[in-house]
């Protein structure tokens, strides 16, 4: 399989659009993805299972809500935080959004310059993403410090339903374990990017082949996942 | 700069990913409101729901770039998790059975 999509030359003009692209791109007996790398492929293919754990995970926690008879823990309360006197409801939760979400949009731009061969801006904006990345996960120990504080285990808290501490624990757990495996992909990706691995050609210490920009993008992809799954978390987990 | 390497990889101008982060600022901002508020019932649920499609197309469509895709691609990647509201309406059912079981028989409320 060729490491790069081929570029659409003299067929162009007769390449089906549309609905008939579909047909045409699966049935060309060579590859289905005509515009995607094998990389990028396989990291979207990756995302897709990883969309299933994560489905199943949430799914599970929907069955124990729906069928407990003890209510459930209100997330609006156990989350709030007291800031100068008054009990803010889930502003931790808000800021751990909001610096996800910036990380996602400074790996937006990292790839943007990565495809126009920026060095420099590439690295920074990735170490960006990873500083807030390493936030996001600063703060959600944080979070996990205080609720065992409060007494919240997998099998019992103080507020409600018993299912609520194994659903919490085992959502956010997963989710900040990716976050911290991206924050690792990120510093890694970036320590190539700076050293200028991609224009000299250097070949990579585990594949012994040369690296291209596209990575960045590939990254890009498993950060920008990361973030998508907490947009799913954050409204039925927390806010629900 | 851009013109060298022009036909390589995605390239879109960057003010459509500020846009995109304003827009994700903006919704989420909404959805912590939603709760700020104490808003409840289908009006909570439904907002929710509604910020966080939007928020996800958003993040896949133009983060992703998904939206300049071939759509090989796209379908292969987003029709499978479709199946999972499949998933979701089994367990409702199945949920609502435990609960009921639950409530007839041992004595929950």
Redesign the interface.
Known sequence: MPDVAPADTQDSMTQPTGWRSLAADWSSDQRAFRSASWGKAMMWIFLLSDTFIFSCFLISYMTVRMSTVVPWPNPSEVFALEIGGTKVPLILIAIMTFVLISSSGTMAMAVNFAYRHDRVRTAVLMLATAVFGATFVGMQAFEWTKLIHEGVRPWENPWGAEQFGSAFFMITGFHGTHVTIGVIFLLLMARKVWRGDFNQQRKGFFTSRKGRWEIVEITGLYWHFVDLVWVFIFALFYLW | ??H??A??????P?RL??I??GW??IL?AC??L???F?LHGLL??SL??L??AL??GL??A????MAW?????T???LL??LA?LV??GI??F???Y??FT??EF?G??
Do not use: N
């Open positions: 700069m851009a060298a390497v036909h390589e990889g995605q390239q879109h960057i990913y500020l995109v982060w994700l600022f989420s959805s912590y939603v709760d700020y104490q909570r649920w929710i729901l910020f966080m928020k996800a993040i896949v133009v983060f992703m770039h895709e071939r759509l090989a691609l379908c292969a990647i499978p998790p999972v998933f979701v367990m409702v199945e949920a609502d435990t609960l639950r409530a041992f929950g409320r």
